[in-house]
């Protein structure tokens, strides 16, 4: 029976370089320091050792119930939206795409068991030293990677999740194609990301301070609209604050 880390690295895009593993998790970028192009202050600062220290316990949850407002989902909420909407079984693969700390990654590990395999993609070597220090299933792996372009092979896993990272990636439709390239016919994808008010004018937050942090407003309906565009179907949105969860599903029958 493979290992994680030899699973893993069966399910490689054909030609991907070794990598490093003397870290804990798969390394696919070495000394490069920033996942893809860097994008601004909120991505440089996941790098840091400090706010990975934070993360979990107050960073995300603080920051998280100001754009969700105070009748959004709390993060035990979000946690459990993702599960449900990916649907996951016993056996399957997960790719959590900007994992962080790996607080989904755990509990996708949780839903998964031990004959899934359950894989937190980031580019922070600080987020994911941070992910792995937290005890977890045994289908738990690590992988640093760009989400832009995934290093996972076409139709490798059943469903990705990617919370609060679409909208400071460099190229957000290239890492959709991303997304869709490594998602098996019939696999689900969940999201949470940015949604500006649709009855508002652009505040200086979309503009002046958006760009300083690297962070995008998505317009409501803008990525679902890019879902069903790549081709998913039962594309749903739901919405609180300046936040919004987009699920989609790829039809058995996407490739020939
Ligand atoms: C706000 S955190 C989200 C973590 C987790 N998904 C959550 O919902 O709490 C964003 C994460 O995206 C990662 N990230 C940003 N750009 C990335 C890229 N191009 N490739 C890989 N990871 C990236 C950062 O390192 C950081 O850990």
Redesign the pocket.
Known sequence: MPNNRERLESLLRPGTAPGESGAGFLDLLGEIPQ??PP?GL??RL??TSAVPMI??RYW?PTLGRVAKGLNGPSMAD?VRIAVEALGLRPGQVVL??????G??TRAFGEAVGPDGLSIG????VT?LDKALAAPSPASVTYLR????DLPLGESTVDAV?????LH???DPDAALDSFARALKPGGSVVM?TSARHGDQPRKLADTVLGRLSGQRMFDRGEVATKLTRRGFDQVEERYSGVTQIVTGELPVNIRP
């Open positions: 996942a893809g994008t909120a991505q996941m790098r993360y979990e995300r979000e959590d795409v900007a994992c962080g700390t607080r989904f993609l980031d580019g922070s987020m990677a760009d989400a832009v999740c990617c919370f609060a990272a400071m990636f460099a949470l």
